[in-house]
Nanobody, 124 residues
Framework: QFQLAESGGGLVQPGGSLTLSCVASGRSLDSRAIGWWRQAPGKGREGISCINSVDARTYYKDSVKGRFTISRDNAKNTVYLQMNNLKPEDTAVYYC?????????????????WGQGTQVTVSS
């Protein structure tokens, strides 16, 4: 059974950095596009980034572009989200999931095989 598990969340001050990991088990990750979503308190879940399976092309939502970097290491069955210059509004539970590929590009319109999430809190 294919499963994803996130880790790496925590408490960080504004301007700080964190790296989240999304580790796959059960089956290989290398044929799957993977995305990151987040859900802030009282808000809906929003997709913020994704990475293709084959060519590793990436997509970022404007709110994180230039601050977050998504990458993958298929040998380790892991996708990462490097988050820099964190802001209080980045506070949320972060999830990874498999994304569909539309016209050769990953899409954060929907996801599957959700992990359990990891909490990121940005506060002084």
């Amino acid at each position: 059974q294919f499963q994803l598990a996130e880790s790496g969340g925590g408490l960080v001050q504004p301007g700080g950095s964190l790296t989240l990991s999304c580790v796959a088990s059960g089956r290989s990750l290398d044929s799957r596009a993977i995305g990151w979503w987040r859900q802030a308190p009282g808000k809906g879940r929003e997709g913020i980034s994704c990475i293709n399976s084959v060519d590793a092309r990436t997509y970022y939502k404007d709110s994180v572009k230039g601050r977050f970097t998504i990458s993958r290491d298929n040998a380790k069955n892991t996708v990462y989200l490097q988050m820099n210059n964190l802001k209080p509004e980045d506070t949320a539970v972060y999830y990874c999931a498999v994304t569909p590929t539309i016209a050769g590009m990953c899409s954060i319109r929907s996801g599957g095989s959700w992990g359990q999430g990891t909490q990121v809190t940005v506060s002084s």
